[in-house]
C-alpha cells in the first residue's frame, strides 16, 4: 500500500493550503483516513481523521479552521486547512488504517500506514 500525499507548501498567515492523499495498492477495506502532523522538537500529532462512514475527529487546535474530506471510491482524503497561522508549520503526514484482505476483515485485524510527508510552512 502506497500514500501519494501533495498540496504543501508556504503561506502566508491567515492563507488557506489544501492537502491531499491517495492511497493505492491491494487494500480490501480503508477502515480510517487521517492527516497527523509534526513539528520540529514535537512529537507526531493528530490533525483530522475521518471513518469510512464519515465520522470525524479533529484536534482542538484546528476546529473551526481544517475540514477534512474522503472519498471513499478512489480511497483518497483531502484536508482543507484555512486561517493558517505560524503554529500550523509542520511536516504532515497522511495516514491510513486498513483491513489488507478480507481474512483481516472478518479478524478484526487493522493495518497502520503512513504517508512520506508534506512541508506546511506558514509565514507572515
Same mark, same amino acid.
Given at each position: 500500500?502506497?500514500?501519494?500525499?501533495?498540496g @504543501?507548501? *508556504?503561506?502566508?498567515?491567515?492563507?488557506?493550503?489544501?492537502?491531499?492523499?491517495a492511497a !493505492?495498492?491491494? #487494500? %480490501?477495506?480503508? #477502515?480510517?483516513?487521517? *492527516?497527523?502532523?509534526?513539528?520540529?522538537?514535537?512529537?507526531?500529532?493528530?490533525?483530522?481523521?475521518? =471513518?469510512?462512514? @464519515?465520522?470525524?475527529? /479533529?484536534?482542538?487546535?484546528? $476546529? @473551526?479552521? %481544517? =475540514? #477534512? !474530506?474522503?472519498?471513499? &471510491? $478512489?480511497?483518497?482524503?483531502?484536508?482543507?486547512?484555512?486561517?493558517?497561522? &505560524?503554529?500550523?508549520?509542520?511536516?504532515? /503526514?497522511?495516514?491510513?488504517? &486498513?483491513?489488507?484482505?478480507?481474512?483481516?476483515? $472478518?479478524? @478484526?485485524? &487493522?493495518? =497502520? /500506514? *503512513?504517508?512520506?510527508?508534506?512541508?506546511?510552512?506558514?509565514?507572515?
Amino acid at each position: 500500500v502506497q500514500l501519494q500525499a501533495s498540496g @504543501g507548501g *508556504w503561506v502566508q498567515t491567515g492563507g488557506s493550503l489544501r492537502l491531499s492523499c491517495a492511497a !493505492s495498492g491491494s #487494500i %480490501f477495506r480503508i #477502515i480510517v483516513m487521517g *492527516w497527523y502532523r509534526q513539528s520540529p522538537g514535537n512529537q507526531r500529532e493528530l490533525v483530522a481523521v475521518i =471513518t469510512s462512514a @464519515g465520522g470525524t475527529n /479533529y484536534a482542538d487546535s484546528v $476546529k @473551526g479552521r %481544517f =475540514t #477534512i !474530506s474522503r472519498d471513499n &471510491a $478512489k480511497n483518497t482524503v483531502e484536508l482543507q486547512m484555512n486561517s493558517l497561522n &505560524a503554529e500550523d508549520t509542520a511536516v504532515y /503526514y497522511c495516514n491510513v488504517g &486498513a483491513n489488507v484482505d478480507k481474512q483481516a476483515w $472478518k479478524d @478484526g485485524r &487493522a493495518t =497502520t /500506514y *503512513w504517508g512520506k510527508g508534506t512541508q506546511v510552512t506558514v509565514s507572515s
